[in-house]
């Protein structure tokens, strides 16, 4: 059985400030009836959703060609359709309706354009110049030629200090020991500036960086020790260590000003900065005494750092978990759409940070996608044609592909803050609807396990389940973020990270 929703129906916009609930059976009669016919036509039928499209919606696509222009980073695609009416194989099963290729609109950029595009992704903001202040140009590069002499002077004290604690006597060892030295630090410079190309992520992942940046400095701090069994690689152990620990150092430096601005009130940012320094200095400080004393005994080298390392990372988890955010990211944005949905309310800013996921790892699956190219989020023409009109009076488009189980919406050109949240809403609703069908057709397909009836959910229509996310969103959208900024909410659509394709509005003829 589908969970119910709690959501509330607004009245029009009118004197009275009167709401209508939308009652729990009301919602969940809605997805059933949706799972039904769902069920109904992937037991009788054998083709996928988009051979139950009407003929209108084929002869559409068949006369006009183009199914629309997108746009990324300036750059233009239109989508043309070919094959039409032709039965096709993708991924397994039969798609009717033709399919369609992407073809640019603009000739290549020339190599020289494309180096420097490359080159500005690493070294300026996303939006520059725009995005930073006339006096940020001449600061970055007086700042670059201080680190430019640094580096040139720190080659000469590598050595002197090598030379100092007594490394060699000779000359040339003590030379090849430097070299090496700097090799490694220099390694760690590059997968430093390698990472800082994140940009914009340090501010809307700030938590999940930062702990995934702890985990990386312990195993930058495992590959050191195991230099110790393996002293013939020292140089590419040690590069590969180093380049682990300043990828760490910059999720640390990057992330801590957002954090120490999350506890500042008033204008004491620096304050509160100059401080939480200085509690890290002295624990850092008392850690290493601590050390020095239990060496004098000799453990064991593997015992320590796996118990320190427990430690570390068990402290690291806890000291982000701690950190409250009024920010809605994807993750606690995720967070306060589930609870709407299910309960009709919007956790407040301690539970919904509490509840937000801290580790997520590469591999793991992501259910939404918000402005994603319109080649990820539909398989054939027919789908496009068959939703579009849903979403005439909307500044976005929902949909959901069976293949990769995931629900994408699409960004029109005229898009605006508000728009892209309201995509971000709809299309956590529409997951809802798609998630519980799918928990409907399951148990029905264990309770036929010994029948002849099969289920695939590529065969599901999920048509259906988009029209009635349309009418969920139409009249709860408005109450969720009344609600959410009751709660301290601040909703910005920079940080659910919304992709850069765009949909255009006007197709070339």
Known sequence: MAPAMGLKRSAAAAAAAQTVTLSAPAVRDAVRAAVREAEATAAKATAPPAARVPATATAEIARDGVLCLEEVDGRRWSYVVHAAGAAVKAKGRASVGGAFKAVPLQSPLPPVEEIMSFIRSYVVPEGFPESVTPSYVPYMTWRAMKHFFGGAMGVFTTRTLLNSVGVSQSRA????????????????????????????????????????????????????????AFPQLFLPMACIANVVKNVAAVTSTSTRAPIYKAYAKGENIGDVTAKGES????????????????????????????????????????????????????????????????TGY??????????????????????????????????????????????????????????????????????????????????????????????????????????????????????????????????????????????GWIMSESLLNPGRARLCGVVPQ
Request: glycine fraction near 6%; charged fraction near 20%; aromatic fraction near 10%.
């Open 346 to 487: 919007v956790p407040s800013l301690k539970d919904g940070n509490s509840q937000e996921t801290i580790f997520s790892p590469p591999w793991r699956h992501e259910p939404v996608a918000i402005g994603s190219r319109f080649g990820e989020a539909f398989q054939e023409p027919a789908s496009f044609i068959a939703i579009k009109p849903l979403f005439e009076d909307e500044r976005y488009i929902v949909t959901y592909n069976p293949t990769k189980d995931k629900v994408y919406a699409l960004l029109k050109d005229q898009a605006k803050p508000d728009d892209i949240l309201k995509a971000a809403f709809h299309a956590h609703v529409l997951l809802h609807f798609i998630n519980a069908s799918h928990a409907n057709l399951n148990a029905r397909k264990r309770m036929n396990s010994n029948r002849s009836y099969q289920y695939n959910p590529l065969n599901m229509d999920f048509i259906p389940h988009i029209e009635e996310s349309c009418k969920i969103v139409m009249s709860s959208y408005g109450v969720f973020k009344k609600k959410a900024r009751e709660q």
């Open 173 to 228: 060892a003590s030379g090849a020991v430097a070299i090496n030295w700097i090799l490694k630090d220099g390694a760690g410079r590059v997968g430093k500036m390698l990472f800082a190309r994140q940009g914009k992520k340090f501010d809307y992942d700030l938590k999940q960086l930062r702990f995934s940046g702890d985990l990386l400095m312990e195993l930058g701090a495992g590959i050191e020790l195991a230099t110790a």
């Open 279 to 342: 509690v890290g200095n002295i624990a850092d400080l008392l850690g290493t005494g601590m050390s020095i004393l239990i060496s004098k005994s000799n453990p064991s080298l593997v015992t320590s750092f796996a118990v320190l390392s427990c430690g570390y990372l068990l402290s690291s988890y806890h000291e982000v978990r701690s950190v409250v955010l009024n920010t809605l990211n994807r993750a606690r944005f995720t967070v306060a759409v589930d609870s709407f949905i299910r």
